[in-house]
């Protein structure tokens, strides 16, 4: 059964532009490895910058497979030089009983 994940990037400084960039590849890269699903992710901005996204891995296992696969690993690699990974609980309007975001088309 899928599992679906939020995922929070906050861009380094000066790199906002590279991280969409990045963004726009994640998911096709994820889908060649048969690791994610068809169905369309949720990206979005928070006021700080952070952007988020939420998708759907195929499984639990799929998660697994993915830090072992070398397309990924480099994929994660270019993520890394651009932005750092944070927990959607450390982005101000995860904190309220309703988060409102501005979206984004990767």
Same mark, same amino acid.
């Given at each position: 059964?899928?599992?679906?994940?939020?995922?929070?990037?906050?861009?380094?400084?000066?790199?906002?532009?590279? &991280?969409?960039? !990045? &963004?726009?590849?994640? &998911?096709?890269?994820?889908?060649?490895?048969?690791?994610?699903?068809?169905?369309?992710?949720?990206?979005?901005?928070?006021?700080?910058?952070?952007?988020?996204?939420?998708?759907?891995?195929?499984?639990? !296992?799929?998660?697994?497979?993915?830090?072992?696969?070398? *397309?990924?690993?480099?994929?994660?690699?270019?993520?890394? *030089?651009?932005? !750092?990974? +944070? *927990?959607?609980?450390? +982005?101000?309007?995860?904190?309220?009983?309703?988060?409102?975001? *501005?979206?984004?088309?990767?």
């Amino acid at each position: 059964m899928g599992r679906f994940v939020i995922a929070a990037y906050r861009p380094k400084p000066g790199h906002e532009d590279a &991280l969409l960039r !990045e &963004l726009r590849d994640h &998911l096709p890269v994820l889908r060649r490895e048969g690791l994610v699903t068809d169905r369309p992710p949720y990206v979005m901005r928070a006021k700080d910058g952070t952007v988020l996204e939420v998708f759907e891995w195929v499984s639990s !296992e799929a998660i697994e497979r993915a830090h072992g696969n070398p *397309a990924v690993l480099e994929m994660w690699a270019r993520f890394e *030089a651009v932005c !750092e990974y +944070v *927990a959607p609980a450390e +982005v101000e309007e995860a904190r309220g009983p309703f988060s409102e975001f *501005a979206a984004l088309v990767p």
